[in-house]
C-alpha cells in the first residue's frame, strides 16, 4: 500500500437528512435536542444545521462547541437579519441532503416522530410530511398558554380559508420535505415572518402531495415564547401577500398599521400643543413632525427589525424620512384634490390619495432606508 493510500480517509457518507433549527436565545435547551435527535434517529445519516440571529446569550458560540464535538453538527451565524422564515430558508438552501425538516430548539416539537416523519415520506412517495397539532384527537392547545392556544385555532382557521389550504395545521413550525419539492419554490418565498409552512404550501397552490402525522405540542422547558404583536403583523401580511398574488409585500400591512396608529399620534400632539398656546399652523406643522419621528423609530424597531438602523445611520434615516414622507403628503393631497375636482365622491378621493401616499412611503423607505 503506498504512502498516499495510507494516508487517506475514509470520506463520511452524506447525510440523508437535514434538521434546519432556527434559534434565538435557546442556549439552555441546545444539548437536550441534539440527545433526542440523536436517539430518534439512531442508524440514520443526519446533519442538524443550527441558524441563529446573533443570540446575546452565546446560543451560536454553544452550537459550534457542539459542531467540535459531532462533525454532524453545524451553525449558520447570521447578522443583521432576524426572523425564522429566513433562517430556514438560509438553512435548506446551505444542505446537500435529498431531505429537509424543520423543528423548533424549544422541546416543543417532538424528535421521537422524525424516524417515522422520513420513513412516511419513503413509503408513501410524498413530497412533504406535516407534524400536525389537530389531526386524529389531539389539540393544538396542549403545550399552550390559553392565550397562545385561541390565537392558533383562530390563526389556523383563517389562513385555510384565506390560501385554500387544506392541511390540518398549515401553521406548523414542524415539517419534513424532499429538497427537490422545495427548490422550485424558494425563489417566490418570503423571508420574513414565522410561519414558513403556510408559505410553502400556498406558494405550492396544491402542486405538493402531503402526508400528515399526528403529535402532542410540549410545553416550553426552557427560554421564553418569541410570540409578539409583531408576529401577529406578519402573519397576517403573509396572507394578504399571498391572496394578492404577491402584489402586496409582506411588511406592508405592518408598515401601514404604523402609519394609522400615527394618525392618532398626530392628533395627540396637535391637541397639545393647540392647548400650550400655539396657533393651528404652528401646531399642525409640530404634530405631523412629532407623528412622522414616531412613525419612523415605530418601523425601525418592528417592520425592519431585521434591518434596523442604530446610531448615526437611525439619524440620517431620520431625516431621509422626513423628506420621503413630505413628499408622500404632497402626492396624497394633490391625487386627492384631482380626484374630487372630477366629481369623485370626497371620502373615495381622500382615500385613494392616502393609499397612494402609503405605497410612495413605504416603496422609498424599503428602497433607500432599510434596504438589504
Same mark, same amino acid.
Given at each position: 500500500?503506498?504512502?498516499?493510500?495510507?494516508?487517506?480517509?475514509?470520506?463520511?457518507?452524506?447525510?440523508?437528512?437535514?434538521?434546519?433549527?432556527?434559534?434565538?436565545?435557546?442556549?439552555?435547551?441546545? +444539548? $437536550?435536542?441534539?440527545?433526542?435527535?440523536?436517539?430518534?434517529?439512531?442508524?440514520? +445519516?443526519?446533519?442538524?444545521?443550527?441558524?441563529?440571529?446573533?443570540?446575546?446569550?452565546?446560543?451560536?458560540?454553544?452550537?459550534?462547541?457542539?459542531?467540535?464535538?459531532?462533525?454532524?453538527?453545524?451553525?449558520?451565524?447570521?447578522?443583521?437579519?432576524?426572523?425564522?422564515?429566513?433562517?430556514?430558508?438560509?438553512?435548506?438552501?446551505?444542505?446537500?441532503?435529498?431531505?429537509?425538516?424543520?423543528?423548533?430548539?424549544?422541546?416543543?416539537?417532538?424528535?421521537?416522530?422524525?424516524?417515522?416523519?422520513?420513513?412516511?415520506?419513503?413509503?408513501?412517495?410524498?413530497?412533504?410530511?406535516?407534524?400536525? +397539532? /389537530?389531526?386524529?384527537?389531539?389539540? !393544538?392547545?396542549?403545550?399552550?398558554?390559553?392565550? +397562545?392556544?385561541?390565537?392558533?385555532?383562530?390563526?389556523?382557521?383563517?389562513?385555510?380559508?384565506?390560501?385554500?389550504?387544506?392541511?390540518?395545521?398549515?401553521?406548523?413550525?414542524?415539517?419534513?420535505?424532499?429538497?427537490?419539492?422545495?427548490?422550485?419554490?424558494?425563489?417566490?418565498?418570503?423571508?420574513?415572518?414565522?410561519?414558513?409552512?403556510?408559505?410553502?404550501?400556498?406558494?405550492?397552490?396544491?402542486?405538493?402531495?402531503?402526508?400528515?402525522?399526528?403529535?402532542?405540542?410540549? $410545553?416550553?422547558?426552557?427560554?421564553?415564547?418569541?410570540?409578539?404583536?409583531?408576529?401577529?403583523?406578519?402573519?397576517?401580511?403573509?396572507?394578504?401577500?399571498?391572496?394578492?398574488?404577491?402584489?402586496?409585500?409582506?411588511?406592508?400591512?405592518?408598515?401601514?398599521?404604523?402609519?394609522? $396608529?400615527?394618525?392618532?399620534?398626530?392628533?395627540?400632539?396637535?391637541?397639545?400643543?393647540?392647548?400650550?398656546?400655539?396657533?393651528?399652523?404652528?401646531?399642525?406643522?409640530?404634530?405631523?413632525?412629532?407623528?412622522?419621528?414616531?412613525?419612523?423609530?415605530?418601523?425601525?424597531?418592528?417592520? /425592519?427589525?431585521?434591518?434596523?438602523?442604530?446610531?448615526?445611520?437611525?439619524?440620517?434615516?431620520?431625516? $431621509?424620512?422626513?423628506?420621503?414622507?413630505?413628499?408622500? !403628503?404632497?402626492?396624497?393631497?394633490?391625487?386627492?384634490?384631482?380626484?374630487?375636482?372630477?366629481?369623485?365622491?370626497?371620502?373615495?378621493?381622500?382615500?385613494?390619495?392616502?393609499?397612494?401616499?402609503?405605497?410612495?412611503?413605504?416603496?422609498?423607505?424599503?428602497?433607500?432606508?432599510?434596504?438589504?
Amino acid at each position: 500500500m503506498t504512502d498516499d493510500a495510507t494516508q487517506q480517509t475514509a470520506s463520511p457518507a452524506a447525510p440523508e437528512l437535514a434538521l434546519i433549527v432556527p434559534t434565538f436565545n435557546e442556549r439552555g435547551n441546545l +444539548r $437536550a435536542l441534539v440527545a433526542q435527535i440523536e436517539a430518534a434517529l439512531a442508524g440514520r +445519516r443526519w446533519e442538524l444545521i443550527f441558524v441563529d440571529d446573533s443570540s446575546p446569550d452565546g446560543t451560536a458560540s454553544l452550537a459550534r462547541q457542539l459542531g467540535r464535538e459531532d462533525p454532524r453538527i453545524r451553525c449558520i451565524h447570521r447578522i443583521g437579519r432576524r426572523g425564522l422564515a429566513g433562517a430556514c430558508i438560509e438553512g435548506f438552501l446551505a444542505t446537500s441532503a435529498p431531505v429537509i425538516a424543520v423543528m423548533d430548539a424549544d422541546l416543543q416539537h417532538d424528535a421521537t416522530l422524525l424516524g417515522r416523519m422520513l420513513e412516511t415520506l419513503d413509503a408513501k412517495g410524498v413530497d412533504l410530511v406535516v407534524a400536525s +397539532r /389537530y389531526s386524529g384527537s389531539r389539540s !393544538a392547545t396542549e403545550g399552550f398558554s390559553p392565550f +397562545r392556544g385561541l390565537a392558533s385555532r383562530f390563526s389556523t382557521v383563517m389562513a385555510r380559508i384565506a390560501t385554500g389550504v387544506t392541511v390540518s395545521d398549515p401553521m406548523s413550525g414542524f415539517f419534513m420535505m424532499r429538497r427537490q419539492a422545495f427548490e422550485p419554490l424558494a425563489p417566490h418565498l418570503a423571508s420574513e415572518g414565522f410561519k414558513i409552512l403556510l408559505d410553502i404550501l400556498a406558494t405550492a397552490r396544491g402542486r405538493l402531495k402531503v402526508e400528515e402525522v399526528t403529535y402532542t405540542f410540549s $410545553a416550553r422547558s426552557d427560554g421564553a415564547s418569541k410570540f409578539d404583536v409583531q408576529n401577529i403583523l406578519d402573519f397576517l401580511g403573509l396572507i394578504v401577500s399571498k391572496v394578492s398574488g404577491g402584489l402586496v409585500p409582506v411588511r406592508f400591512l405592518s408598515f401601514a398599521v404604523i402609519g394609522a $396608529a400615527g394618525i392618532v399620534v398626530h392628533l395627540a400632539a396637535l391637541m397639545t400643543m393647540k392647548r400650550g398656546g400655539l396657533d393651528f399652523g404652528e401646531a399642525q406643522a409640530g404634530a405631523t413632525l412629532v407623528a412622522m419621528t414616531s412613525n419612523f423609530f415605530l418601523n425601525n424597531a418592528t417592520t /425592519y427589525r431585521d434591518r434596523r438602523l442604530k446610531g448615526f445611520a437611525a439619524l440620517k434615516g431620520l431625516v $431621509a424620512f422626513y423628506v420621503i414622507c413630505g413628499i408622500g !403628503a404632497v402626492s396624497n393631497i394633490a391625487v386627492a384634490n384631482l380626484l374630487y375636482e372630477n366629481a369623485w365622491r370626497w371620502i373615495v378621493a381622500g382615500f385613494i390619495g392616502a393609499v397612494i401616499g402609503a405605497v410612495w412611503n413605504f416603496t422609498l423607505s424599503s428602497q433607500l432606508l432599510w434596504r438589504k
